[in-house]
């Protein structure tokens, strides 16, 4: 399968395997095609999971991870990309509208865009929240204090 | 006195048909229903109307009718209200309330009212002459079943009204289902 | 494994609410927006629904979600493996042992190491346990918010023998953290096997019970027949897994799909609805507690004896990878995705919810119902908060 | 004053019949503190047999056995901040509980306890009784949009539509019922003679099955039956009770038309709805069970049966008294339970004190003769049978809360119109073409 992809898209596709778990390691650029691809022509009809991890040391400072298992050949994989903070990726509501409310939660927590979503905006933490908390340079102990003051009448959520 | 409650009196019973009793709720049923026109909410209003229905139902009750009056309470203050109450209740009160009354025909029934106020008040100076004078006390319970033979008939014999009565019946069936088929858009 | 069966398109994406119509006069136009929640006896806990009415009928809603929202992923990114470990039974608190059992099994995974066989029939027979709890749960509120106050009374009866045994396990009854990475920290108190067949033998006719109350209740078939339908294919493609997605009949159980613990040495079915209605999906969840308790009767009879935890280093300290491991959870697919840099925290916790992504189901599968559906439909799908806002 | 009082006594109408407005308020006192009484048991009893039925003991704390309960409660809510909200419509949000609270008691001066033992013989009695009872859904209705919030507007919407639906189910089971009035003849088919007209008096429609030897229930069975079944839903779905509680449905709008109620105007719903629920049970006992007629009039006829029947309340009191007395040597011996077991023990004397009361009346007015004991006796009977076919109806109120989930509306309105309706209909021609085919 890997191999089909890689002699269509070049050497945008890396497919790895840690701990029996496949994944593939797709350049940005491919993301939406390849997503679509995985669904239509490998039945990965189920989108498990979207996420993302930061590493703020490196220059694409995210990972976004899509989780994917498919009914009928019971297989699960990950496809991963990295992109740069403030960059933005196609959103996969289209392809799985499961993906909807996984997409505003990494929005929500990660603050990267997706586009062609029909309502990203915060999930979790209130509309007007100032922040991404899953980023690492997010303290855990960091609120958004004005935030806090001004919808609560409080000093601090903690 | 009224002779029908002259009557009742002499029957043994206490007279309820009071003039206090009258005034009392003649004077309800125009105070309530003069609130019904003035009020700039329409639920006061209903509910003003529900109090006058209510005390004509009374005025009913002491001209010893009964079945009239529960029927005025079953189905006037009743269903037909609280059909009313649930349409009003959908209405934005906060524009009506800031509307102006959209009746500008005042003259016009300033007018009508004037006349039927001529007609009571010749029905009230020439009432002798035309109504009869004494009614022959009904013994209770009769009211209904006079109802009852004007309109089916007594041992076989058509009503007065049967006729009459079942046309309207039709008509009114022929409503409901116009009524059903309007608002119905698939049966 | 059959293939979705029903081909109803799905919308190609679950729209919102026009929420920011300009002061439209709801009332003339016969549109009222209610707000359903965060206080609201029927959403479970801090729930907020948005919905649009034509009179009763929904045209459409909105969640508005994060209530409960404590960043769980985010305090596990600041604490120790092992120190992270109670605090996943404070997701869904109604299965806190399902949760234990999956992150647990999680880090074993990334560490390569395995349970001990002792170990893993003492954790199929709690995990299995607090499923027949969460769906005795999921049941007495379920048939409270349709309106039949008894079974709640009922399945509350008999979740107290169960928590008896967690009681008695662990030390605690609701948030048990009664599963360690590596195996268990506790063995067995005197007398458990025991415990636990008289719980079988207690509890057979007790679901009879609850059925005969409700399943050919006239009632009860009007209100939940028909009612929230999700089709395989909707399903599928809104991520809706569990009883949800089984009632709408994908015989799907990650148990048989892809076996974890030593669920691969029992024998036992997946139940699975045709109609994907509401009450298929109360059958399908009765039916899962009868076959919970086959586990049960054949993983007590056969505990083996010897250690109960593998050999796991002191400090735990999971070689630099990731790692993706889902169990099923009483409500769906319960996943958890950790990412280690080598050090004893965890780089990244991803967990995957089941509560959270089946409550996104709720908007099609009320839409064009009446508000009592609404109320059906947040039941039947069975969410925790706790889990849905983490 | 004193000549009007005793005049009364020696007579067999009600007090509205013999004109005697004194003795009218008298009873219209004895019905309202009765029925207070009764709304007070009914709250206790609702709420220890709702536990009983679900594995729970229910109160227990105020009072033994939690009998002082529904006291305690009323002291609390009369004691709780009334709220208005700033929104609200302040006059009709006052109003309503009111209009609620008074179409229920109206409604029980035609409720016949006994021939003579009512406040009026009104000889609309039937109608006035649906006419005012069907006013009470205008208080919920005019609440829900005093209120001026969603939730009770939704309540009352789904009141409003419910009543109309129901209403006329109703109505159409009460007309086949005040039809088999017009018959004579004894027994379940047996008619003869020319039908007279029928009667829509309370005290009429009772003493016609009297004349009939039969309860309306069994008449032409099974068409006097199925109506009385229509009757018995339709009740449930008029007086808002389980299943039918949609207008206060807590799980969807959270309490329906008295979210925004609290405290003393709230209780005054409760009050209404309870008080409802007894006059809507009086109504189905008078038209199909034979009102205060004791059970086998005919069959065991005599002035020894008689007085045998004469003993239940007596023995219906020593009963009770006899439980709680038991109850009190089973207390547990612990002094917390000091207070509670003296307060049994003389609850459970109280009662006894009043079946031996009963007891003696029975015995001493057992003859036949027009003594006072005699006919206080005979009041007590009535009285005692009425109220006790009335108590297994509120009964069943409990039961079907405790067993049923809710409907939902659309299923109710077709349930009322496409069920119950077309049935009602079916039921009233066949009993016309039964009661002239038969006769």
Not at chain 2, 122 to 136: E, N
Not at chain 3, 329 to 343: C, M, N, Q, R, T
Request: one cysteine or more; a neutral charge; hydrophobic letters at 50%.
């Amino acid at each position: 399968m890997v191999e089909k992809y890689k002699s269509q898209y070049g050497s945008g596709i890396d497919a790895l395997t840690y701990l029996g778990q496949n994944y593939l390691s797709v350049d940005r650029s491919l993301i939406p095609d390849l997503l679509r691809l995985l669904r239509d022509e490998e039945q990965f009809d189920y989108c498990v999971d979207v996420t993302a991890v930061h590493y703020p040391k490196r220059e694409k400072q995210f990972d976004v991870l899509w989780i994917l298992y498919s009914f009928a050949r019971n297989e699960r994989i990950r496809v991963k990309t990295q992109i740069a903070d403030g960059a933005s990726i196609s959103s996969a509501v289209s392809i799985w509208p499961t993906a909807n409310w996984l997409e505003r939660e990494v929005y929500d927590m990660f603050g990267i865009k997706f586009d062609g979503h029909p309502d990203l905006k915060r999930i979790l933490l209130p509309d007007g929240w100032k922040g991404h908390p899953l980023r690492k340079d997010y303290d855990i102990l960091l609120q958004d204090k004005e935030w806090v003051q001004i919808n609560l009448g409080i000093e601090s959520g903690q | 006195m009224n002779p029908a409650i002259n009557t009742a009196v002499n029957a043994g019973m206490t007279p309820v048909a009071t003039p206090f009793f009258f005034y009392m709720l003649a004077g309800l049923a125009v105070l309530s229903g003069l609130a019904v026109i003035t009020r700039r909410n329409a639920v006061h209003s209903a509910l003003a109307l529900i109090v006058t229905l209510l005390s004509v139902a009374g005025l009913y009750l002491m001209l010893y009718a009964p079945f009239v009056a529960g029927v005025q309470i079953i189905v006037y203050a009743g269903g037909i209200m609280v059909l009313f109450l649930f349409v009003i209740m959908l209405v934005n009160i906060d524009r009506t309330l800031k509307e102006r009354s959209f009746n500008h025909m005042w003259p016009i029934g300033l007018v009508a009212s004037c006349l039927l106020l001529a007609m009571f008040m010749g029905a009230f100076s020439k009432g002798r002459a035309l109504f009869v004078d004494r009614m022959i006390p009904l013994p209770e319970g009769s009211n209904t079943q006079m109802i009852a033979d004007k309109l089916y008939g007594q041992a076989g014999r058509m009503g007065e009204y049967t006729f009459a009565f079942e046309i309207a019946s039709l008509l009114l069936l022929v409503a409901i289902l116009g009524a059903v088929i309007m608002t119905k858009k698939k049966i | 494994m059959s293939s979705p069966v029903n081909d109803k398109t799905l919308p190609n994406a679950v729209s919102n609410l026009d929420l920011e119509a300009p002061d439209k006069p709801y009332l003339d136009s016969n549109e009222l927006i209610i707000n359903m929640g965060p206080q609201h006896p029927a959403t479970h806990g801090v729930l907020r629904v948005i919905l649009k009415l034509d009179g009763e009928k929904v045209l459409g809603t909105e969640c508005v979600i994060g209530y409960l929202h404590r960043g769980v992923e985010k305090i596990a990114e600041n604490r120790t493996y092992t120190m992270f470990n109670p605090y996943v039974d404070r997701m869904d608190y109604c299965a806190a042992v399902s949760n234990g059992l999956g992150y647990c099994e999680a880090v074993e995974k990334l560490m390569n190491v395995e349970a001990p066989a002792r170990a893993q029939y003492i954790r199929v027979i709690l995990t299995e346990l607090n499923r027949i709890a969460s769906h005795q749960l999921w049941l007495g509120t379920h048939a409270l918010d349709i309106g039949a106050m008894t079974p709640l009374f009922y399945t509350f009866r008999d979740r107290e023998e169960i928590l008896k045994i967690f009681e008695k396990y662990c030390g605690a009854r609701l948030t048990t953290h009664a599963f360690r990475i590596g195996g268990c920290q506790y063995e067995t108190y005197a007398g458990f096997e025991k415990d636990v067949t008289n719980f079988l033998t207690f509890f057979a006719p007790k679901i009879d019970e609850y059925e005969t109350l409700l399943t050919t209740n006239r009632i009860w078939l009007e209100r939940t027949k028909n009612v929230g339908v999700i089709s395989a294919k909707d399903a599928i493609a809104l991520g809706v897994t569990g009883p949800v997605l089984r009632a709408s009949g994908v015989k799907w159980d990650i148990r048989k799909a892809l076996p974890y613990a030593n669920y691969s040495k029992f024998d036992f079915e997946i139940p699975i609805g045709t109609n994907g209605d509401t009450y298929d999906r109360y059958l399908v969840r009765m039916m899962e507690m009868r076959q919970s308790m086959r586990i049960i009767e054949q993983a007590v009879g056969g505990i083996p004896e010897g250690p109960i935890m593998g050999k796991v280093p002191k400090v735990i300290k999971p070689p630099v990878g990731e790692i993706y491991h889902s169990i099923e959870a009483p409500k769906g697919e319960l996943g958890y995705f950790i990412v280690s840099d080598g050090s004893t925290q965890p780089y990244r916790v991803r967990v995957r919810p089941p509560s959270f992504v089946n409550l996104q189901a709720l908007d099609i599968m009320v839409r064009g119902a009446l508000v009592a559906d609404v109320v059906a439909v947040i039941g039947t799908i069975d969410i925790v908060l706790g889990e849905v806002d983490r | 004053m004193l000549t009007s009082f005793m005049s009364y006594l020696g007579s067999t109408m009600t007090p509205g019949q013999a004109g005697n407005q004194l003795w009218a308020l008298i009873y219209v006192l004895i019905i309202f503190a009765g029925v207070s009484v009764a709304v007070i048991c009914m709250n206790w009893i609702e709420r220890k047999a709702l536990a009983h039925f679900q594995i729970r003991l229910g109160p227990m704390r105020v009072g033994p056995h939690g009998l002082m309960q529904p006291f305690a409660d009323a002291l609390k809510l009369m004691l709780k901040e009334d709220i208005i909200p700033a929104e609200a419509d302040q006059f009709v949000f006052w109003v309503a509980p009111l209009i609620g609270l008074l179409a229920a008691f109206t409604v029980y001066t035609v409720i016949p306890f006994g021939p003579s033992q009512a406040v009026s013989d009104m000889n609309i009695g039937i109608l006035f009784m649906l006419g005012v009872s069907s006013l009470g859904v205008l208080g919920i209705v005019v609440a829900g949009w005093a209120s001026n919030s969603h939730y009770p507007l939704m309540g009352a919407l789904r009141s409003s539509a419910q009543m109309v639906s129901y209403e006329v189910a109703m109505g159409l089971a009460v007309v086949s019922a005040v039809l088999l009035t017009s018959l004579h003849g004894i027994g379940i088919y047996g008619v003869t003679g020319n039908g007279d007209t029928g009667t829509l008096s309370m005290i009429g429609i009772v003493q016609a099955q009297q004349e009939q030897h039969v309860w309306f229930i069994f008449k032409f069975f099974p068409l006097g039956l199925i109506a009385f079944v229509i009757f018995a839903i339709a009740m449930v779905a008029e007086v808002n009770r389980a299943p039918f509680d949609l207008a206060e449905a807590e799980s969807e709008l959270t309490a329906g038309f008295h979210t925004e109620y609290s405290g003393l105007r709230w209780s005054l719903f409760m009050l209404a709805e309870y008080a409802a629920m007894i006059a809507v049970s009086s109504i189905a006992v008078t038209l199909w069970l034979g009102g205060w007629v004791r059970p086998f009039p005919n069959l065991l006829q005599g002035t020894a049966w008689d007085f045998i029947f004469s003993l239940f309340p007596g023995l219906t009191f020593l009963g009770l008294a006899g439980v709680a007395l038991l109850g009190t040597v089973r207390m547990p011996s612990h002094s917390f339970f000091k207070i509670q077991k003296i307060g049994l023990g003389v609850f459970g004397m109280l009662l006894g004190s009043l079946a031996l009361l009963l007891l003696v009346i029975a015995i001493a007015g057992r003859s036949a003769d027009m003594s006072l004991a005699a006919r206080f006796n005979e009041g007590i009977g009535y009285v005692y049978w009425f109220v006790l076919k009335v108590a297994v109806f509120m009964y069943l109120f409990i039961w079907y809360r405790a067993t049923w989930p809710r409907y939902r509306f659309d299923q109710l309105m077709s349930v009322g119109w496409k069920v119950l309706l077309p049935i009602s209909l079916g039921v009233l021609m066949l009993t016309a073409v039964v009661g002239v085919l038969v006769k």
